[in-house]
């Protein structure tokens, strides 16, 4: 039997979805004023170990930085503008930090979902990092960010780094061995691309004591088909267009 779900249902992707550069505060807050509580976003480590929120290795397409972002330490990193690609309304919008943006989230009450999104070839570490971090910027909240990753070395790393805090495993494809992963690797959730899943997959993750996740669920069919499923979480980018009541 799985234990109590803390998180809602909905979950705003990279902040405020496309409505506003992904990734930064300024997506966060337009989330919230959607009435979102609990959003996704990717970490990945500066050259000098600091945790920070972007999708891509490389710089170009959301930041005015070139080349790979973990080359490049904080003092840089922190300089560049994350919001012009998206519109002039945002414009010198800057990266955020984890740490930024965990104060932001314990601040006003909002939950977390962290995709440890590694720089390649240092997977294991992004997850000792990020897990170590996230543990000590939550440390007393009541409910602590839901940790996740496609790749296992990450949570692996985050595992051993803050085995309390949870973790689920990203799915693009239904790969052999995926579920024994999960279980020996302690998830309490897998989040699956929401095409993947059925009900008989539904069923054997919470007979195995998981929850269901999707990603990421633009169309009100889609996510119809997902809550007649009983899956329990949907990530989303149309924070306009889906309620978080809901």
């Not at 300024?26 to 959607?34: D, W």
């Not at 169309?219 to 267009?241: F, H």
Request: net charge negative.
């Amino acid at each position: 039997m799985a234990a109590p779900w803390p998180y809602p249902r909905w979950v705003a992707h990279r902040g405020a979805g496309k409505l506003a550069p992904e990734n930064t505060l300024a997506a966060f807050r337009l989330g919230a004023s959607h009435g979102y509580r609990m959003f996704e976003c990717d970490a990945k480590l500066s050259a000098d170990g600091v945790p920070f929120l972007m999708h891509d290795s490389t710089l170009e397409r959301t930041t005015s930085g070139r080349g790979t972002g973990g080359d490049l330490p904080w003092s840089e990193l922190s300089q560049l503008d994350a919001g012009s690609w998206h519109s002039r309304a945002f414009a010198g919008e800057p990266l955020a930090s984890l740490e930024n943006v965990a104060r932001y989230c314990v601040h006003n009450r909002l939950l977390l979902n962290i995709e440890i999104k590694p720089t390649p070839g240092v997977e294991r570490h992004t997850g000792e990092v990020v897990a170590r971090d996230a543990a000590r910027l939550w440390a007393g909240e009541a409910i602590p960010p839901l940790l996740t990753s496609f790749k296992t070395e990450a949570l692996t790393g985050a595992r051993d780094a803050a085995p309390s805090l949870p973790r689920g495993l990203l799915l693009d494809t239904l790969w052999d061995g995926w579920l024994a992963a999960a279980r020996e690797l302690g998830c309490v959730a897998i989040v699956c691309n929401h095409a993947l899943w059925d009900a008989a997959t539904v069923a054997l993750v919470h007979e195995a004591g998981m929850r269901a996740l999707s990603y990421t669920v633009n169309d009100e069919w889609a996510a119809e088909r997902l809550i007649a499923l009983g899956t329990d979480g949907i990530i989303t980018d149309r924070v306009d267009l889906f309620s978080p009541a809901g």
